[in-house]
C-alpha cells in the first residue's frame, strides 16, 4: 500500500486576502492543484479521503476531477490542528480528535498489504501528524517543524517485509514548473 498525502492548495487565508481561516482556493492554488492532479493521474489511486475544510475539499474536487476518482469520505479529523494550541493537544496523545484521527488512519490503513494508493488531501501539521504516525514517530517539535508548502505531496509506501511503514518523498513540489515555485509559501 501507498499513502499519499497532499496539502491543499493556497487558499485566500494563505495569501493573506482575508481573515477566515475556512477560505476557498486562490487562482494559483488552483493552478497547482491541477499541476499537483495530472502528476497523480500516473499513480493509479484507488481512493481520496480529505479534510472538511473548504481549501482541501476543493483541492481534493480538482484533483478527483482529473484522476478520475471520487473524495470516498471527508473527515473533520483531517482538518487543521492549531499549531497555537498543538502542544497542550499533543501530550500523551490524548486529545479525543487525535485519536479518533489515528483510528481513521488504522482503518484506512488496514489492508495495507494490498497493491494500492490512497491519496488523503489535509493540511501541513495535520501531514505531519500522520506522517509521524505512520511512521511510530514522537509528534515533538523536530517533526512538526518539519515545513509543508501549498501542494506539498509526502509519500508513505508499505514494507511487506519489514511490516513497517517508509517516507519515500516529503513535502514534493516536482509537479510544478520552476517558475511557479518562486515565493511559495
Do not use: C
Request: hydrophobic share 35%.
Amino acid at each position: 500500500m501507498k499513502i499519499i498525502l497532499a496539502r491543499h492548495g493556497e487558499s485566500e487565508h494563505n495569501a493573506k486576502l482575508t481573515e477566515d481561516k475556512d477560505s476557498i482556493l486562490t487562482e494559483r492554488g488552483r493552478m497547482h492543484t491541477a499541476y499537483l492532479g495530472k502528476k497523480l493521474k500516473k499513480e493509479n489511486i484507488s481512493e481520496v479521503y480529505a479534510s472538511n475544510l473548504k481549501r482541501a475539499k476543493e483541492t481534493a474536487g480538482i484533483i478527483s476531477k482529473i484522476i478520475k476518482v471520487p473524495v470516498k469520505y471527508f473527515f473533520r479529523e483531517l482538518d487543521e490542528y492549531s499549531g497555537k494550541n498543538l502542544k497542550f493537544a499533543i501530550i500523551g496523545l490524548f486529545n479525543l480528535r487525535l485519536r479518533k484521527l489515528k483510528k481513521i488512519l488504522n482503518k484506512i490503513s488496514k489492508e495495507r498489504e494490498k497493491d494500492k494508493t490512497i491519496l488523503i488531501v489535509a493540511h501541513g501539521i495535520t501531514n505531519r501528524i500522520i506522517i509521524g504516525h505512520l511512521l511510530q514517530m514522537p509528534l515533538k517539535k523536530q517533526l512538526l517543524s518539519l515545513w509543508q508548502h501549498n501542494t506539498g505531496l509526502n509519500v508513505l509506501s508499505w514494507n511487506k517485509d519489514h511490516k513497517n511503514w517508509g517516507l519515500e518523498s516529503l513535502n514534493d513540489l516536482s509537479h510544478l514548473p520552476k517558475r511557479l515555485k518562486d515565493g511559495l509559501k
